[in-house]
């Protein structure tokens, strides 16, 4: 009964939805980009239910074990992984911390994705060529 | 041939070469855009201007969306006020449209229409643009609209920035923008704008006398926010233009024009399942008219200069709450207005007249609201809404008691149709200027009663694949409508039935993301022995973008009538032409050519016949984000 109401009125919820379901693939994606086997450690998970759903990632608990980390807030990073390869979501992250290789972010209104090559290099990675259009030297 | 053949070939080219992950970064846009948040379909019959939308438009203002908006021609007044006339009407009640920006009603107690103030109101700080026809939901606002225009500011979370532009054109145009948007702590976010745009027109001329055009506006808004918890907002905008023919018996008006300040402070706060909206706005405006060859005045005097000066507030609290059992889901909630009018200044010839001045000081609105959607099953919704309104007039004691009812039925036959309908029972309220009075050209009439209006309306939705098509047909019913007697020049009503029967259609074909053509015809019949506005309409717009060029090419029809005064107005053909040029990530220029061809729909102003009000320009603009 309730998902019919859902339905006729509350159409932003199906949209909603399927938005997080997108922007879940486009975070595998990038993440394949960076390492085709990778496991991914995240930062406080109930920050992210907006934006992804993480039960679609291969998330680990245990940051030192992860190939790539996915953080909002640098706090969050205990030293032992502070010098993982990082996506990040926001571009003030990005632009302020230097192991952040790649960031999918909103900004003049759009949704945005930047991998950085000067960054990328440090941890040895090298992302498919078709992803080049979103490569950028550096910050 | 050969040039088309080869743009299609690399438009087609450009879309095969997209990678999987720009096809999902367009698909994770598209479903992101705010309209799909804030759009309410029941609400009546829905046009939208996305985010994307204004940007391939290049829609710097108000106008630059308004003027092609079905059922509506945009035309001037006689006072060089900004109309938008539903087809073969001239509205000149606030009845006929409420903007909005967020929650926040822009009203105008003085002028009959905001957009009298706001008609420039610069789209730089907005994301996108609902504007709903003939449905007048509740969960808005507690006054009646044909035509709802909703405006949203852009959310800070997803501009993270700052941006400047500049813009120079044709016509002396000057305008400078700032924006500025981000998070801080705690996920409060804020927006800060600010514009100030100067606009010289062509002159017009009666005989040899010169009337000069002018439009110079200034906004400033800040808003600061936290999702799903509250919006505080507050705005000033100023606005200063000619008054056109203005309202002397040659028509020859010197020094004549309006000034408009308008602030608000606006909060809206969330709490559980409650809306709760509490906001306080001042309007200030100044009119100035001088003829040198006389102004008539309703007695009968003649003078060569009116002054006057208003400095209203217009206080509001709203709350509304939704809630769900079973198949219902109720939307109910209370609205309060306190509306003052003060008359700061009235001067005829420098000598003050104000105590002439009649009115009531304050008029109290106080109305309490239901809607009930009930889905009968999955497809189909049945949406019935009832309020009830007081209004109370502070000084003559008088109280009007008035009721909006709406019925509305949405069903989704299968994947490719979709049909709306509504029937809407509504009363419009004359305005402050419409009941007060005082010696002027047109006078104002105490003993107005609201007008009646029924409407009646379906549309039918076709969606496939990347097609679509709207048709709706409405029928409206104005009973006794509010118009000036041309023998004594005051308001007073008409004993009649103004029927109207309107069809429209709309046809969208998005080709892909930045290929884009849109189609609109419509055409109206009435039972009136004249025409007060255009009968038919429709526009072709064209959407192109290749890399980091962007073209948007527009032309907007609107046929010719004759006016009540006698006025031959031609057809009107409105071209704008526009170009993009992305010169780096932060740096965006663009080139836009408006009313090209020099054929708008011209307005009928008494004195000079058609007058093309429309302005022939165009605009260079320069954009920097950072």
């Known amino acids: 009964m309730f998902k019919i109401i859902l339905t006729l009125i509350f159409t932003s919820t199906i949209v909603f939805s399927s938005q997080v379901m997108i922007s879940t693939k486009i975070v595998a994606k990038i993440i394949y980009a ?17 934006v992804i759903n993480i039960d679609k990632l291969n998330i680990i608990n245990n940051c030192t074990n992860a190939d790539v980390l996915i953080v909002k807030n640098e706090k969050n990073l205990i030293n032992e992984c502070k010098n993982k390869p990082i996506l990040v979501f926001d571009y003030d992250l990005l632009y302020t911390n230097t192991n952040s290789v790649a960031a999918f ?22 992302i498919p060529s078709k992803y080049n259009s979103y490569l950028i030297e550096k910050l | 041939m050969f040039k088309s053949f080869i743009f299609i070939l690399t438009i087609l080219t450009n879309i095969v070469a997209q990678d999987d992950l720009s096809l999902l970064l367009n698909d994770y846009e598209e479903k992101s855009q705010l309209h799909n948040k804030t759009k309410v379909e029941s609400a009546g019959h829905l046009i939208i201007y996305s985010r994307d939308d204004l940007d391939k438009m290049q829609a710097h203002t108000l106008n630059d969306i308004l003027k092609s908006t079905r059922l509506f021609s945009l035309q001037e007044t006689q006072n060089g006020q900004t109309g938008l006339q539903r087809s073969g009407a001239r509205c000149t009640n ?28 610069n789209l730089a700080l907005i994301d996108h643009i609902e504007l709903y026809i003939g449905g007048n939901a509740v969960s808005f606002g507690n006054e009646y609209g044909f035509i709802t225009i909703k405006l949203y500011t852009k959310t800070p979370s997803r501009e993270k920035g700052t941006l400047l532009s500049l813009t120079t054109g044709s016509n002396s145009t000057k305008r400078g923008e700032f924006l500025n948007a981000g998070v801080l702590e705690e996920n409060y976010e804020y927006l800060i704008y600010g514009s100030k745009d100067n606009n010289t027109y062509n002159s017009i001329y009666n005989g040899y006398h010169e009337i000069k055009r002018y439009d110079d506006i200034s906004n400033i808004y800040l808003n600061i926010s936290k999702e799903k918890d509250f919006l505080l907002e507050f705005s000033q905008y100023k606005t200063n233009h000619d008054a056109l023919a203005g309202d002397g018996i040659e028509k020859t008006p010197t020094n004549t024009f309006e000034k408009a300040t308008y602030q608000y402070i606006a909060l809206t706060k969330f709490v559980n399942d409650f809306k709760i909206q509490v906001s306080y706005a001042k309007e200030k405006n100044l009119a100035q008219n001088i003829d040198n060859n006389g ?44 509306k003052k009018l003060n008359l700061t200044k009235l001067n005829h010839d420098d000598i003050d007249i104000s105590d002439t001045f009649i009115s009531d000081s304050e ?6 609201f239901l809607e009930d959607s009930y889905n009968i099953n999955k497809n189909n919704i049945i949406i019935a809404t009832a309020k009830y309104e007081k209004y109370q007039h502070i000084g003559s004691d008088k109280s009007d008691y008035l009721h909006q009812l709406r019925f509305g039925y949405v069903s989704i036959i299968n994947d490719l149709f979709t049909i709306k309908s509504f029937a809407t029972d509504n009363n419009i309220y004359p305005s402050a200027k419409e009941f007060s009075q005082y010696p002027r050209v047109i006078d104002g009439n105490p ?9 009646y309306s379906i549309e039918l939705i076709h969606q496939r694949n990347k097609h679509k098509i709207n048709l709706m047909f409405m029928k409206m019913i104005i009973q006794d409508p509010i118009k000036i007697n ?22 969208a074909y998005d080709i892909n993301k930045n290929n884009k053509i849109k189609l609109q015809y419509y055409t109206t019949h009435h039972n009136r022995p004249f025409d007060a506005s255009p009968l038919e309409g429709g526009f072709i717009k064209v959407m192109n973008a290749y890399d980091k060029v962007s073209l948007y090419n527009e032309l907007i029809y609107r046929k010719g009538y004759i006016s009540p005064n006698n006025i031959k107005i031609g057809d009107g053909y409105d071209f704008t032409s526009a170009i993009s040029y992305q010169i780096n990530k932060n740096l965006t220029i663009s080139l836009k050519g408006e009313n090209l061809l020099d054929k708008a729909i011209a307005s009928p102003i008494e004195g000079f016949g058609p007058v093309q009000t429309s302005q022939k320009q165009t605009n260079l603009r320069i954009e920097w984000f950072f």
Request: with cysteine.
């Open chain 2, 295 to 338: 102004i008539k005045l309703v007695t009968g005097d003649i003078v060569n200069k009116i002054e006057q000066e208003f400095d209203n507030s217009v206080s509001k609290f709203s709350i509304q709450h939704s809630s769900t059992f079973g198949n219902h889901n109720l939307l109910y909630g209370i609205d309060y207005q306190d």
């Open chain 1, 34 to 50: 960076l390492n085709s086997n990778a496991k991914i450690w995240i930062d406080k998970k109930d920050n992210y239910t907006d």
């Open chain 2, 94 to 121: 606030s009845g006929c449209i409420r903007l909005y920006i967020n929650n926040q009603e822009l009203s105008s107690i003085t002028n009959s229409s905001a957009l009298m103030i706001f008609k420039n109101y």
């Open chain 1, 105 to 126: 972010f909103w900004q003049k209104g759009r949704p945005n994705i930047l991998f950085i090559k000067e960054r990328l290099d440090k941890f040895n990675i090298t």
């Open chain 2, 363 to 368: 008029l109290k609105l106080y109305s309490i």
């Open chain 2, 447 to 455: 003993d107005l009663k609201p007008i009646h209006v029924n409407n």
């Open chain 2, 486 to 507: 041309s023998s004594n020049h005051y308001f007073t009503k008409e004993n009649i039935d103004a029927k109207f029967y309107d069809s429209s259609i709309d046809y």
